[in-house]
């Protein structure tokens, strides 16, 4: 930035498998925050996804080209990265990173890692709270929906159309992940 002020930079990690409403209502609130908010797309070796990092960078992208520009908004990026998220966030410049809270659950574990990050790593966290309407969205709930429910139009309070659309080629493709999902108790 010019001037000798500090850029501020949010990096904004998940595994978007799928990307919900609410994952984009943390990101147009966070544009209004920072300087520069880079999304990232995590790959968790713990975590079954849905989704392959190239299809979910894609949608997020698209996604996030329908935003508006503005002047006084955050431009925003969308990467992939493997490894520990502080690691990704140094590596970028990051000086926050950005967490949506959608509930009291989301609260504790986030300040855990909140504490985590910031002992460990020297890297704040910034939380803002997601709107009532998608206090209780999931991508774990999309994605039992989606394995288990015949009409997917019932996602669109929680998905864009785009994520719908591909949810329903992946049903047709019929993944273990959703087969999995559709036994379990």
Do not use: W
């Amino acid at each position: 930035m010019a001037n000798g002020t500090i850029e501020h930079v949010a990096f904004y990690p998940g595994s978007f498998d799928p990307v919900t409403f609410g994952h984009l209502d943390v990101v147009k609130r966070g544009r209004r925050l920072f300087d520069r908010l880079v999304i990232g797309i995590g790959q968790n070796p713990n975590k079954e996804t849905l989704f392959t990092p190239v299809e979910r960078e894609d949608m997020v992208r698209r996604l996030v080209a329908e935003f508006e520009d503005s002047p006084t908004l955050a431009g925003v990026e969308v990467q992939t990265y493997t490894g520990l998220t502080v690691d990704y966030a140094r590596k970028i410049g990051a000086t926050v990173l950005l967490r949506g809270i959608r509930n009291l659950s989301d609260l504790q574990y986030e300040v855990q890692q909140a504490v985590t990050n910031r002992e460990v790593a020297g890297l704040e966290s910034a939380f803002v709270v997601a709107g009532q309407s998608f206090a209780y969205t999931s991508s774990s709930l999309i994605k039992q929906i989606t394995a288990m429910g015949d009409d997917l139009s019932v996602l669109s309070p929680m998905c864009p159309p785009l994520v719908i659309e591909m949810l329903g080629r992946k049903k047709s493709e019929n993944p273990a992940i959703l087969q999995r999902l559709r036994h379990e108790d």
